[in-house]
């Protein structure tokens, strides 16, 4: 519950981050993300989904290209292809390579992100 509680606020944090408007809360907004997105990780096992999507980011954040692309793929392989699990980890995976300038394989992982199949 406590990672829950986190979570909440990094994102909440995250999105007035991406709508801001105003150069006074720039810094203001992704540090108090940076924070809790850091508080999370301390709560969550290394090798559980939650924790992958979560360092991700922050090891985007710090340019760490192929650590990021090695724990998502490394996670990918457990992942069954048409559940919301695979499509958010090919999702952000799309986002490391273009971050990285890496169109061609950005644009192959957006082609495989596609909703989730509900299965029942």
């Not at 606020?9 to 540090?31: H, I, K, Q, W």
């Not at 991700?56 to 996670?75: G, K």
Request: aromatic share 18%.
């Amino acid at each position: 519950m406590l990672t829950e509680y986190y979570t909440t606020f990094e994102n909440t944090y995250l999105y007035r981050a991406e709508f801001v408007s105003g150069d006074e809360y720039t810094v203001v907004y992704p540090d108090s993300m940076n924070v809790y997105r850091d508080s999370t990780l301390l709560y969550l096992p290394e090798s559980s989904y939650q924790y992958t999507i979560t360092m991700v980011p922050r090891l985007v954040d710090l340019r760490q290209y192929d650590q990021a692309e090695d724990m998502l793929l490394s996670y990918l392989h457990k992942s069954i292809s048409g559940t919301r699990e695979y499509s958010v980890l090919t999702s952000i995976l799309a986002y490391v390579y273009q971050c990285n300038g890496n169109r061609n394989s950005a644009r192959l992982f957006w082609l495989r992100a596609p909703y989730p199949t509900f299965r029942r």
